[in-house]
């Protein structure tokens, strides 16, 4: 289905006081800035909750039965290249990882064989199966790369620890991490395939794991690529569907954690944290995000910008994720920004946006 959709691009309210315009209402800042997304068309009905954005130009998003398209002219047109005749029509395709307009990681999740990993080095006119899950007790949940050769893909835990196997040749093979170095699950413990962000990638080695399942929810870090770990508790509260969706940090030390509810996408409370010792501890944000938040980027180019977006709108924080404000109230589940100054953000019914402010 190599079909390409040109259609307009249409402006979501990008400046206050503007209610009823496509994408939600936008509000400003404490910053004074106002945010809005301009939301491009994708011809499809797809929930993408995988969303790999490489460039102002460049961005790749993945979901629902089997479901991949690519732009690289903003968002104008996007091309359908989701992979063919590999059995994957079924699929769920959480997250996606994209390096250039050609290279390309997604992750299927599910139990046992419905987790599986594709490669595409042709800007995804083909794609090639490099893992799947032969565990039962096995769910995969995330990736994060933190390069183009180097990355790692988490399971929820099997015999009482999260799972990780790891790449460092770009996705085309895959080896199980030693276990020993993973502290032990608590029961019950788990992570959500949300957003591609329980597991991110950060500076010099860091690698952060967020879960959920469990009251409170913890968020786990390493140093050295995923090799050792360390634990922390969270304000965020957990439970059966709550904890920690999103994991997002500005450097080595200044990270912020979302999350929430999804059985209740409007429930504010404890949904949350803001960290200025690397995930040592945390702190509960002063004002939260207005509902359930399954995805969070920082802004390029600036100090302690954050965005959080989920189904019942999109926030900002401009104070490091100590208070946020909301801008949008269209539904999104991922958000990410690029290092050329772009944030895009990808959600049910076939809905991406770009950042205006």
């Not at 006081?17 to 496509?22: A, E, M, T, V």
């Not at 992750?107 to 032969?134: H, K, M, P, Y």
């Not at 200044?254 to 996408?265: E, L, P, S, Y």
Request: glycine share 14%; proline share 4%.
């Amino acid at each position: 289905m190599a079909a390409t959709t040109a259609l307009l691009a249409t402006t979501s309210s990008a400046y206050a006081g503007s209610p009823g315009l496509r994408g939600g209402d936008a509000s400003t800042t404490a910053a004074g800035t106002a945010y809005g997304w301009t939301v491009t068309p994708t011809g499809t009905t797809e929930q993408f909750r995988g969303l790999a954005p490489v460039s102002r130009d460049v961005a790749w998003v993945s979901g629902t039965h089997g479901t991949v398209l690519r732009t690289t002219d903003g968002g104008s047109t996007w091309d359908d290249v989701s992979p063919q005749g590999l059995g994957t029509g079924a699929l769920q395709f959480r997250d996606i990882e994209a390096f250039d307009a050609r290279h390309a990681v997604i992750l299927s999740i599910g139990e046992g064989e419905d987790s599986r990993i594709l490669v595409t080095d042709d800007g995804g006119a083909s794609w090639t199966e490099t893992f799947r899950n032969t565990d039962p007790a096995a769910f995969y949940d995330c990736m994060a790369f933190s390069s183009p050769r180097r990355g790692l893909a988490m399971s929820d835990p099997v015999d009482g620890r999260f799972r990780l196997v790891e790449t460092s040749d770009g996705g085309r093979s895959w080896s199980l991490v030693d276990p020993a170095g993973m502290p032990a699950a608590r029961p019950g413990e788990f992570a959500f395939a949300a957003s591609g962000t329980c597991l991110s990638a950060g500076v010099g080695g860091r690698t952060y794991l967020a879960s959920g399942g469990v009251d409170p929810a913890r968020l786990f870090t390493s140093t050295d690529h995923g090799r050792t770990w360390t634990v922390a508790d969270s304000p965020v509260a957990g439970g059966a569907s709550a904890g920690i969706f999103s994991v997002s940090f500005r450097d080595a030390r200044r990270g912020v954690i979302v999350g929430g509810d999804f059985a209740d996408a409007e429930g504010a409370v404890d949904n949350s944290a803001w960290t200025d010792d690397g995930g040592a501890t945390w702190t509960k944000s002063t004002s939260n995000p207005s509902g359930y938040r399954s995805g969070s980027a920082w802004v390029p180019r600036t100090a302690r910008t954050v965005l959080a977006v989920g189904p019942s709108g999109s926030d900002v924080s401009t104070d490091g994720g100590r208070t946020w404000a909301t801008f949008d109230t269209g539904s999104f589940d991922s958000v990410e920004c690029t290092a050329d100054g772009a944030c895009w953000a990808s959600g049910a019914q076939g809905r991406v946006g770009v950042l205006t402010s």
